[in-house]
């Protein structure tokens, strides 16, 4: 019985390390350790320099998920580029991005290049 467990143990050990190798991805974040997200800037200009508030989350699916931002009139935007990375602290609250729009992103979205950011509100 102990020998049939550890069979089962190795081999989703190993589906699990397959996967991640296949999709070219990291493991689930643990504590300490850096999500993989998507943050590529897109080919082509730099849009018009904006200003937007609104709630950060998480999007899409593994390999490849992404941080957004939704406003209170569901525009939702794509964060892009180093700074996106650090957003995903803020994840569910209230942030005032500055940056640039880029368009087409992940097919047919819009997205903001983030140049900076602050915290507006915990909620």
């Known amino acids: 019985m102990k020998s049939l467990m550890l069979a089962i ?9 397959l996967t991640a190798w296949v999709f070219n991805s990291k493991l689930p974040a643990q504590e300490g350790s850096e ?8 080919s082509g200009e ?5 200003e937007v508030i609104g709630q950060i989350d998480l999007a899409g ?15 939702v935007y794509v964060m892009l580029g180093e700074k996106a990375r650090e957003l ?3 994840q569910y609250k209230t942030v005032h991005v500055t940056g640039y729009i880029r368009e ?8 903001i290049e983030v140049v900076h950011y602050e915290l507006v509100s915990e909620e």
């Not at 730099?46 to 904006?50: I, N």
Request: proline share 6%; aromatic share 8%; glycine share 12%.
């Open 61 to 75: 699916t593994a390999p490849r998920p992404y941080v957004i931002l939704e406003t209170k009139d569901g525009a």
């Open 9 to 17: 143990l190795i081999i989703s050990l190993g589906i699990v390390l």
């Open 35 to 42: 999500l993989w997200i998507v943050t590529d800037l897109p």
């Open 104 to 111: 087409k992103v992940l097919g047919t979205g819009k997205g």
């Open 46 to 50: 730099k849009g018009s320099f904006t």
């Open 88 to 90: 995903l602290k803020f």
